[in-house]
């Protein structure tokens, strides 16, 4: 089946760790995006690609970074300088920027 | 500057009655018009969009949206909600040009009433 994985589920890191997160799509989408959804604050954009080995930063992309080495493949990383990295973090894929995006389900980052 | 306001942050409807979810942007031209839903700690799920044409939109799980020009308004309906239907329901505006992103609205939050 099509579609976007994301992983882990659920991740735990220490204060001061970075982290990556996974995000693989076998849709054959160029664009791929990543949100952070806080409660009550709706979608926020960290990063997006539209193509292979390029990336363009959101809208709050200050303490994380990725790389689009594969067209299927966008990992985030969440580095130390994120200040309040614990939340769910979805990762989305795209034909193109004005599309309808299909949503991988998730990973609930929590810093200890 | 492209903005999408959902104006009730929760809804409690009966099972079995109407629903009305609003939805207003802000858009200099036509924008692109989608809902999803989403279900607690899962991604979230394309309800239906617009693009151009017919205003009246029909989309998955019996949903329906409305766009409206005048009112600047793309409304979420269903007549008659079941108790599955207890999510949260986000209005997105698209990109039209290269310069746009997508804008997410902050979500209301559906409950239903058994």
């Known amino acids: 089946d099509g579609g976007i994985t994301q992983s882990p589920k659920y991740l735990f890191r220490k204060e001061g760790q970075n982290v990556t997160l996974s995000c693989e799509q076998n849709l054959n989408h160029d664009a791929m995006y990543w949100y952070r959804q806080d409660p009550g604050q709706g979608l926020r954009l960290i990063y997006y690609s539209q193509i292979v080995n390029d990336f363009q930063k959101g809208d709050i992309a200050e303490g994380y970074s990725v790389s689009r080495e594969k067209k299927e493949s966008f990992p985030l990383t969440v580095t130390s300088a994120q200040k309040n990295p614990t939340a769910f973090y979805l990762c989305?894929?795209?034909?193109?920027?004005?599309?309808?995006?299909?949503f991988g389900p998730g990973t609930r980052l929590t810093v200890l | 500057a492209q903005s999408v306001t959902q104006p009730d942050i929760h809804i409690t409807v009966s099972e079995g009655a109407s629903l009305e979810l609003r939805c207003n942007y802000s858009?200099?031209?036509?924008?692109?018009l989608f809902w999803y839903v989403q279900s607690p700690g899962q991604g979230l799920q394309l309800l239906l969009k617009?693009?151009?044409?017919?205003?009246l939109v029909q989309g998955i799980k019996g949903f329906e949206a409305e766009f409206k020009r005048s009112q600047s308004s793309f409304n979420l309906r269903k007549p008659s909600v079941h108790w599955s239907d207890a999510a949260e329901y986000f209005c997105?505006?698209?990109?039209?040009?290269?310069?746009?992103?997508?804008?997410f609205g902050k979500g209301t939050r559906l409950h239903i009433l058994p």
């Open positions: 617009y693009f151009s044409g017919d205003t």
């Open positions: 989305a894929s795209s034909w193109s920027r004005n599309n309808e995006q299909f």
């Open positions: 858009y200099g031209a036509t924008p692109y």
């Open positions: 997105a505006v698209g990109p039209m040009n290269r310069d746009d992103k997508i804008i």
